[in-house]
């Protein structure tokens, strides 16, 4: 499979390439980014790829020999490109332009394998958005009334482009809120599970990673024992996902391909007269929030085993 990716430059796109790199199907056939235009692969990112990374224009797609375009360009930027890209060949795309289109499969790979085995177009989850779908889906039916989560990222989730939410002097000693209401991710999650979920996002001052606390009633009569079911039933066989007693922190998944939910075996995660739970969740926005499952989206989508090319242990 020979892959292109268009926002080389980005924090996603290197990761992607370092996954492209360790591959066994895949090879990198094609680079773009405004900025690096006329450099090789090799002096930028960590791939022993000679490649020339290009200035493409959408017209320029069409003479590449490409098998599967992946776009990491920011949100609002993708339609020239797709508009360019022949039915037949297979996009990615990170940003959210696709994620609220019916015509698009929503590429969470451990909840519609199915689906995006068939589809030539995928939108790759959101990184907060893959955090809570993981700990929500396989629980939604158990709920009673909208989840509410706090989450905190790190400063690489806000792109390279520079603004307050990646300056390294307001975020020094600092925790920033913003978004506290409609957040797209918020809108992601709630239009594909379904179930209202309320999302409270801040940027902290460390790179990558995220931190989600979730908390949310449950339905009479139901207990942590029941979601801890539906959760190991949910991921067993998912070696990507763990579900653990302990509450994770950032550093647990912080430059891994994993997601941990847990929190599950903390003495006060359920106040049962309130039938209120709360469970923690980490993942690296860059990698299952981002390149890691995008990877599985190109795996599912060209036939291959979800995680070739993606080191796990379990
Ligand atoms: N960062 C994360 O944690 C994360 C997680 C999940 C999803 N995403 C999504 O993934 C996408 C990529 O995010 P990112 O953080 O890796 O990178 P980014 O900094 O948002 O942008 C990626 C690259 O796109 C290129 N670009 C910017 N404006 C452009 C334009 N007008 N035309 C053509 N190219 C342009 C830039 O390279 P040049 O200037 O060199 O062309 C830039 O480095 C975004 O949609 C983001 O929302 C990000």
């Not at 590429?107 to 589809?119: M, V």
């Not at 997601?259 to 209120?276: K, S």
Request: net charge negative; aromatic share 6%.
């Amino acid at each position: 499979m020979k892959i292109g990716l268009i926002g080389a430059r980005g924090y996603t796109g290197g990761e992607l390439i370092k996954l492209v790199e360790s591959h066994p199907e895949f090879e990198l056939a094609a680079l773009s980014s405004r900025k690096l235009e006329g450099k090789r692969a090799r002096d930028h990112f960590e791939t022993s790829s000679d490649l020339v990374i290009e200035n493409l224009a959408p017209e320029d797609l069409s003479s590449r020999e490409v098998d599967a375009w992946v776009l990491a360009l920011p949100n609002r930027l993708s339609a020239p490109w797709v508009e360019a890209i022949s039915p037949e060949t297979l996009i990615v795309d990170l940003s959210s332009d696709h994620r609220f289109d019916d015509g698009w499969v929503h590429g969470f790979a451990e909840r519609n394998a199915y689906e995006i085995k068939a589809s030539k177009r995928i939108a790759n989850p959101g990184c907060y958005a893959t955090g809570m779908m993981a700990t929500l889906w396989p629980i939604t039916d158990l709920l009673d009334g909208p989840a509410t989560v706090f989450g905190v990222s790190g400063f690489s989730g806000a792109g390279t482009t520079p603004s307050e939410k990646n300056d390294p002097d307001v975020l020094r000693d600092n925790l920033i809120p913003y978004a506290p209401t409609q957040h797209t991710h918020e809108k992601e999650v709630s239009h594909h599970l379904q179930h209202a979920v309320n999302f409270m996002p801040h940027v902290a001052p460390f790179f990558q990673g995220i931190c989600l606390t979730i908390t949310m009633t449950l339905k009479e009569g139901l207990g942590v024992g029941d979601v801890k079911s539906k959760l190991i039933e949910a991921y067993t066989g998912h070696p990507l996902i763990n579900v653990a007693d302990e509450a994770p922190r950032v550093r647990d998944n912080m430059g891994k391909h994993t997601l941990t939910i847990g929190g599950l075996g903390e003495a006060n995660a359920f106040d049962p007269n309130r039938r209120r739970l709360v469970l923690n969740t980490t993942l690296d926005n860059l990698l299952k929030g981002a390149a890691t499952q995008c990877m599985q989206n190109l795996n599912l989508a060209s036939g291959l085993d979800a995680l070739t090319g993606i080191p796990h242990s379990k």
